[in-house]
């Protein structure tokens, strides 16, 4: 039986993969994208807001029509990019072979390189009744409301005030549904505060240093108990406090998806900073397993603005590799590299360039 | 105030303010005062009047001398943190960004509200400007009392 064979295959079709096949379309290298969902474009494809960011990332552009762009870049490459949709990879093995899974079809696959572009998903809560119909992560939410046309529930509390929650509550608020409050458990905001404003001139507060104690409902959500939290994170006695609501999104942040890197003994190391355990890499963004690259947040928890960027650096460097470099390799490179570090130059990006330091070894942890 | 309830002190604000006198036109006062990567306000604008520089990261700075009060930054904002001020005799004039459905209409009258979101005021729709260019975040320019130069910063429908 043959077995059928890409130069490169790119697991993950949102920004970063994207970026990774058109530009190793463009450098000559034909690419195979293997998505898991039926539609290509990863979370862009629920992102209703203007991106931030520099035009170069398509900054003031909506997250759906950025998805529109990245798409378009792949379809014009038609003759250089095969996509699988409905399709995932539930196998990678030591000699360059993967199985994917289409329908009830098992087929293995063989590549030279390797881009793994899976992203990254929603932390959850542990608190009491966490499991009752209702409580939904935040990234869920979007998807049901943004992709599908869904209301999650007529009230909603969030919990967590990083971009996504600040985001979704101000995305719920205009599809009509009523937030209530945001939650969050340090003493401040975690996003950009524009966001918060925005949510804040709507009506909607955000309560710093509060946080879930429990659910509470026979069959399904009915209302929440809230604390308050002191400055060791710990619940302050009497301070609780109930809110009534059908609806309770869930954004306390996302780690990165490196399960098939797990999977094949790609060295991996816990970053809190870069949201969990991440593949360790070097500068052309290589694994510690000789031709399997990563881009996008499954080494690094970011906004999809640095996953774009990743992955046109990434598929630049895949396609060096493979001996097609790009004719405009140098200066690309060069772009690339100063966008991701303008991208993560200011407050909110200096987790993540500590992150990547320790990742590195270039900085210690306590 | 500003990092725990998303409400910026009365400080900030005037901070973001032209001088005194200045307000004769619209003025694009931008309310962004963290450091963010984000520049489309100063690409955005065709008057060179906002300024951010190499570091994206940098917070907009307006030359209110360049400034014509136009408006494309007000929904080139991905923040929506720009709104335009004009002062005239006996009221003021904003341009604010406004993202939800059904849009207000020119000649009706909606609540003027704070940036804490309460209502403070009723103010009058003058004009609402939403074409393809706008990608859906509508320019409505308002007419607001004299007293809420610092205070109005959105609108509410009359419910």
């Known amino acids: ?91 990678l093995y030591e000699d360059n072979v993967l199985t994917v899974l289409q329908g009830e079809t098992y087929t293995k696959i063989s590549f030279d390189s390797l881009v793994v572009a899976t992203g990254a998903s929603e932390k959850f809560l542990a608190f009491e009744n966490n499991d009752l119909p209702g409580i939904y992560g935040a990234g869920a939410v979007q998807t049901l409301m943004n992709v ?25 608020l205009q599809a009509g549904v009523n937030v209530l409050k945001v939650l969050e458990a340090a003493p401040t905001i975690g996003g950009y505060k524009v966001h918060a404003s925005k949510l804040k001139r709507l009506g909607v507060d955000i309560l710093t240093n509060h946080s879930i104690k429990k659910a509470i409902g026979k069959d399904k959500l009915e209302k929440i108990l809230v604390s308050e939290l002191d400055d060791k994170w710990e619940f302050i006695e009497g301070s609780e406090f109930e809110i009534e609501t059908d609806a309770l999104c869930i954004s306390v942040g996302l780690s990165p998806m490196g399960n098939l890197l797990s999977m094949i003994g790609a060295e991996m190391k816990y970053i809190s900073k870069l949201g969990g355990l991440v593949p360790v890499i070097d500068h052309h963004h290589e694994t510690t397993i000789k031709n399997i690259y990563v881009a996008g947040d499954v ?66 942890v306590k | 105030m500003l990092n725990k309830t998303g409400v910026p002190t009365l400080e900030e604000i005037k901070s973001r303010f032209p001088k005194k006198g200045l307000l004769i036109k619209h003025k694009a006062i931008t309310e962004c005062y963290e450091e963010i990567p984000c520049n489309p306000c100063a690409t955005s604008c065709p008057f060179n009047a906002i300024h951010i520089g190499e570091d994206i990261n940098t917070p907009p700075k307006v030359d209110f001398n360049n400034c014509v009060g136009c408006g494309i930054c007000v929904y080139s904002c991905p923040g929506l943190a720009i709104f335009t001020v004009e002062e005239h005799s006996d009221h003021l004039r904003f341009k604010i960004p406004f993202e939800f459905v059904p849009y207000p209409k020119q000649g009706e009258t909606w609540h003027g509200v704070n940036r804490n979101g309460d209502i403070i005021t009723n103010v009058d729709i003058l004009k609402v400007s939403i074409t393809e260019k706008y990608d859906k975040t509508a320019l409505i320019e308002v007419k607001v009392d004299k007293e809420f130069i610092h205070d109005f910063v959105t609108i509410r429908r009359i419910t």
Not at chain 1, 308 to 314: P, R
């Open chain 1, 1 to 91: 039986m043959f077995m059928k064979h890409f130069r490169l295959i790119i697991i993950g079709g949102g920004p970063a993969g994207l970026s990774a096949a058109k530009i190793a379309a463009e450098s000559g290298v034909k690419s195979l994208i293997i998505e898991r969902d039926f539609k290509l474009g990863g979370q862009l494809v629920k992102q209703t807001h203007m991106f931030f960011g520099s035009e170069k990332q398509y900054a003031k552009t909506r997250g759906i029509n950025i998805a529109k762009i990245l798409i378009n870049d792949v379809e014009q490459n038609i003759n250089m990019i095969t996509v699988m949709k409905n399709t995932t990879v539930v196998g």
């Open chain 1, 148 to 172: 599908h046309g869904v209301l999650p529930g007529e009230k909603v509390v969030m919990i967590g005030s990083g971009n996504i929650g600040l985001i979704v509550s101000y995305q719920l």
């Open chain 1, 299 to 364: 080494c690094g928890v970011e906004e999809a603005s640095s996953a774009i960027v990743e992955g046109y650096l990434t598929g630049l460097l895949v396609s060096e590799r493979l001996g097609f470099r790009h004719k405009d390799f140098d200066n690309l490179y060069d772009d690339y590299n100063s966008q991701l570090d303008n991208l993560r130059s200011g407050p909110f990006g200096v987790r993540t360039l500590e992150g990547l330091q320790e990742l590195r070894g270039e900085r210690n």
